[in-house]
């Protein structure tokens, strides 16, 4: 998928993209300081935000392929069951009990599996926002900061299941989150927002590790750990 | 015992209270259903649509809401009035002329909070749909599933002012015994013939229906609040 020179308007900020490619099968995370427009980036590739200019090119990608989980899931006014299996009722297929309730076992909500999806906890609202953008089978999925608010074992286990689906059947990914070591793990390329431009893009190795543009030092800086200062005398 | 019977059926009769029952219960009937209609589907379209003079319908709409219901009912009357624009409908003093009234009366009131709540609640929806890959109807259907506590306490607001309105349903119907006088105009001639005790029995059985109908309402509402996890 290509994006050329896209621009959208929002209030005061302004998201300005000139080039950003993502690769088939590959997992892409999107870092950046709250604010520098990753949801709004999102939402335009996801097409619930219109371009004021610019391209996107979804090399025969269909908006049904295409799929996203928010940083405050929407859950239907119904039960865990029946959120999951929206999206295939959508397209007309009829949902596998067996299947639906082994994603439910994985991520520890079989036992609620009909209650009501706006009485789980956020994170298991999360939870389960995630695995109903698997179910269908999409062929790009945009993770919003689903991963944040989760447990230690919840965010391994999807770590665990991004990996998982990549082995088996790769689909592309954009993943975003604050918690650099998780990206650092599950992606393959990572691309570094400010204020709505790119400013970086390479491998985890390369962004994370030996930050060459300053913003992105200065980023990690302040919220990281692990990069490598090469050199650099303070 | 005879004579309280007596008593009791010359009341029924003279004022046409079985009569006076049946009409408030047509008249909302079909004013509500006409005015559901088509305030939900006004509601979501002003939420949906850009246009110009768009705040200005808003703001019509809101004035409208609390418009005086004699008002409208004077300028029906206008309307529907033998030398009127559309006199040749026939429809003063019937029930229809009513029910016209109260439509212009509750189509506002519905529309304006089917605009409320969808400019709260649409947007979410919408793109909620969209990262399922829902098509047109689906998201159509969807909005409608999601927001009926919400759809169905308009129309119960709607129900309610429209079985408790007496001015309109007056200068249109005309409060003809029988034929479209209906339960508060029945008690506005009670009173005026100083029968206060028939006109508090019939305010009575209004207050019931309203209460039940109140209580259907606060029953959507508590549903439509108690789920929020914040
Ligand atoms: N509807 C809107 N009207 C005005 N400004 C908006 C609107 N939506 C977003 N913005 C602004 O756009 C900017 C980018 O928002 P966005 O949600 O894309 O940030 P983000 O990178 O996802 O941040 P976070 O890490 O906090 O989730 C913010 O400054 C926000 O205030
Ligand atoms: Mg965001």
């Known amino acids: 998928m290509k994006i050329s020179r896209l621009q959208k308007k929002m209030g005061d900020f302004f998201l300005n993209i000139d080039s950003m490619k993502l690769e088939p099968g590959k997992v892409h995370g999107l870092i950046g300081s709250n604010g520098c427009g990753k949801t709004t980036l999102s939402k335009l590739i996801m097409g619930i935000l219109t371009p004021d200019s610019g391209e996107i090119d979804y090399e025969g990608l269909t908006p049904r392929d295409i799929t996203m989980t928010s940083q405050k899931p929407y859950m239907l006014h119904d039960t865990v069951y029946q959120n999951l299996i929206y999206p295939l009722t959508v397209r007309g297929i009829r949902p596998d009990e067996k299947e639906a309730e082994q994603w439910l076992s994985r991520c520890g909500l079989l036992d609620k599996k009909n209650q009501y999806a706006r009485s789980l906890s956020s994170g298991e609202q999360q939870k389960l926002s995630f695995i109903r953008a698997m179910i269908f089978h999409p062929k790009l999925i945009i993770v919003d900061e689903t991963l944040s608010n989760l447990d230690p074992d919840s965010t391994e286990l999807f770590e665990k299941l991004i990996l998982e689906q990549q082995e088996q059947e790769p689909v592309t990914w954009i993943v975003i989150s604050h918690q650099l070591v998780h990206i650092r793990k599950i992606c393959d390329r990572v691309n570094f927002l400010e204020k709505g431009r790119l400013l970086a893009e390479g491998t985890p190795e390369e962004i994370l590790m030996h930050p060459s543009h300053p913003s992105v030092r200065e980023f990690l800086s302040k919220t990281e750990i692990f990069y490598q200062n090469d050199g650099d005398t303070q | ?230």
């Open chain 2, 1 to 230: 015992m005879e004579g309280m019977q007596q008593i009791f059926s010359d009341f029924f009769s003279t004022v046409g209270v079985v009569d006076s029952i049946r009409v408030t219960l047509i008249m909302s009937f079909w004013s509500t259903l006409i005015a559901s209609l088509l305030g939900i589907t006004l509601g979501f379209a002003l939420e949906r649509k850009q246009f110009p003079g768009k705040r200005a319908v808003i703001r019509l709409n809101r004035t409208l809401m609390g418009a005086p219901p004699v008002v409208i009912g004077l300028l029906t009357y206008m309307l529907l009035r033998k030398k009127g624009p559309l006199g040749s409908l026939r429809w003063v003093f019937t029930i229809q002329g009513m029910v016209m009234a109260q439509v212009l009366i509750i189509t506002p009131i519905i529309c304006g909070m089917v605009y409320s709540y969808a400019v709260q609640k649409a947007p979410a929806i919408r793109a909620f749909a969209k990262t399922m890959g829902a098509d047109r109807k689906q998201t159509g259907r969807l909005l409608l599933r999601e927001m009926k506590n919400e759809l169905y306490f308009a129309v119960v607001s709607g129900y309610g002012r429209s079985i408790s309105e007496v001015g309109a349903v007056f200068l249109v119907g005309g409060n003809i015994k029988n034929n479209t006088r209906t339960m508060t105009t029945a008690i506005s001639t009670l009173k005026g013939a100083g029968d206060y005790y028939e006109g508090v029995f019939l305010g009575v059985i209004l207050m019931l229906m309203a209460f039940a109908v109140q209580t259907l309402a606060d029953h959507f509402r508590k549903e439509e609040t108690g789920d929020e996890n914040f």
